[in-house]
C-alpha cells in the first residue's frame, strides 16, 4: 500500500472548516483513499473514501488533486465531538485478505471554543 | 449501515492467564476480519488476518500461540490471549470486511486489556 504523510496535529475553532491534508504521492492507479478517524479509546470510525473523483456525504468532504497525488478532508462545520485523530489510509479496495488497513500516524484534530 | 461488535469492552486479568475477546459483525457476513493492537499514544497496528474457515495469518513478530484466532462462522471471530503477561496489556480492536460488497472495513470499539 502507498504511504501517505500527514501533519501530526491541527487546530481548528468550532463552527468552522476543519481542511486535513494528506499526502500520498506513491499512490497506485487502483488505490482508493480512505479516510478514518478515531475518538480517544474508541474504535476508528469510517468517514469517506475515493478514487479520483471528489466525495461528499452527511460527514465530510473528499477532495483529491487531478494527479492524486494528494488529498483533502473537509469538515464544513467542526464541533467539539469532531476532536480526534484523523488517519489517511490508501489501498486497494476489496480484494479479501488485501484489504487490511495498514495505519499511519494520522493528523490530531483539537477544535476548540 | 454496517455494525461490528466487540466484547468485553475492558477485562482485567492476571498474568498466566487466558483472555478472550469477541468480535462480530451484526448486521452482514464477513469472509475476512482483522485484529489491531494499539499502544497509549501509538498508532494501530496490525496482528493478524482472520478468515472464516481457515488458519489466521499473521504478521511478522506476532506470535500465533500466543494469540490464538478463530473465525468459525461469517459473523464472529475470537482473539484468545493466552498466558496473558503485563507487557500485553494493550487495546485490541477488530474489524470485518463485508463480504462480496464494495463496502470499507468496519471496526468494533475495541477491548482494553489490563494484565496485573
Known amino acids: 500500500d502507498a504511504k501517505t504523510t500527514q501533519p501530526p496535529s491541527m487546530d481548528c475553532a468550532e463552527g468552522r472548516a476543519a481542511n486535513l491534508p494528506c499526502n500520498h504521492s506513491?499512490?497506485?492507479?487502483?488505490?482508493?483513499v480512505y479516510w478514518y478517524r478515531q475518538i480517544h479509546s474508541q474504535g476508528p470510525q469510517y468517514i469517506i473514501h475515493g478514487l479520483k473523483n471528489n466525495e461528499t456525504n452527511e460527514m465530510a468532504s473528499l477532495i483529491i488533486t487531478e494527479d492524486r497525488k494528494s488529498s483533502t478532508l473537509i469538515l464544513p462545520h467542526a464541533t467539539l465531538r469532531d476532536t480526534a485523530v484523523y488517519y489517511c489510509i490508501v489501498r486497494v479496495r476489496d480484494t479479501g485478505t488485501a484489504s487490511k488497513l495498514t495505519f499511519g500516524t494520522g493528523t490530531r484534530l483539537q477544535v476548540t471554543l | 449501515g454496517a455494525v461490528v461488535s466487540q466484547h468485553p469492552s475492558r477485562v482485567i486479568c492476571k498474568s498466566g492467564t487466558s483472555v478472550k475477546i469477541e468480535c462480530r459483525s451484526l448486521d452482514f457476513q464477513a469472509t475476512t476480519m482483522f485484529w489491531y493492537r494499539q499502544f497509549p499514544k501509538k498508532s494501530l497496528m496490525l496482528m493478524a488476518t482472520?478468515?472464516?474457515?481457515?488458519?489466521?495469518?499473521?504478521e511478522q513478530g506476532v506470535e500465533k500461540d500466543k494469540f490464538l484466532i478463530n473465525h468459525a462462522s461469517l459473523t464472529l471471530s475470537t482473539l484468545t490471549v493466552t498466558s496473558a503477561h503485563p507487557e500485553d496489556s494493550s487495546f485490541y480492536i477488530c474489524?470485518?470486511?463485508?463480504?462480496?460488497?464494495?463496502?470499507?472495513?468496519?471496526f468494533g470499539n475495541g477491548t482494553r486489556l489490563t494484565v496485573t
Open positions: 506513491t499512490i497506485s492507479g487502483n488505490e482508493y
Open positions: 474489524s470485518a470486511l463485508r463480504t462480496g460488497n464494495g463496502s470499507p472495513l468496519h
Open positions: 482472520s478468515n472464516e474457515g481457515s488458519k489466521a495469518t499473521y
